[in-house]
């Protein structure tokens, strides 16, 4: 079973940067891809970027956030993989909890659709404050 903690979500200001991370129990698995959502208050969790794990590690954006946001992989850790994402010149419609979820199956990879992923966090507060 894989398990998925986010950290790092705080209070931060408008223009400010943040850094969230996902830590997962070490993947059994050499193909996989992992993604950050976004949940706001009474709407659908959102889709914000994906990274596969295989090769040069590719990623891809919502074009709501591309050129702020910035997904990454650090699989240094023998035990377990973190994924990373830095989000920077915060805005309030930022403000939401971040979710990580990751898809271990043998298709494609959902990318920033919520069906697809079999494993996801509880996720990490992120509020910007104007």
């Known amino acids: 079973q894989v398990r998925l903690v986010e950290s790092g979500g705080g209070s931060v200001q408008t223009g400010g940067s943040l850094r969230v991370s996902c830590t997962a129990s070490?993947?059994?698995?050499?193909?996989?891809?992992m993604a950050w959502f976004r949940q706001f208050p009474n709407k659908e969790r959102e889709g914000v970027a994906f990274?596969?794990?295989?090769?040069?590690?590719?990623?891809?954006?919502?074009d709501s956030v591309k050129g702020r946001f910035t997904i990454a992989l650090d699989k240094g850790n023998p035990d377990t993989t973190t994924l990373l994402l830095r989000i920077d010149n915060l805005e309030p419609a930022d403000t939401a909890m971040y979710v990580c979820?990751?898809?271990?199956?043998?298709?494609?990879?959902?990318?920033?659709?919520?069906?697809?992923?079999?494993?996801w966090g509880r996720g990490t507060q992120v509020s910007v404050s104007s």
């Open positions: 979820a990751a898809y271990t199956g043998r298709g494609y990879c959902p990318g920033l659709t919520t069906s697809g992923y079999n494993y």
């Open positions: 070490k993947f059994a698995f050499s193909s996989y891809c």
């Open positions: 990274i596969g794990a295989n090769g040069n590690h590719t990623a891809k954006y919502a």
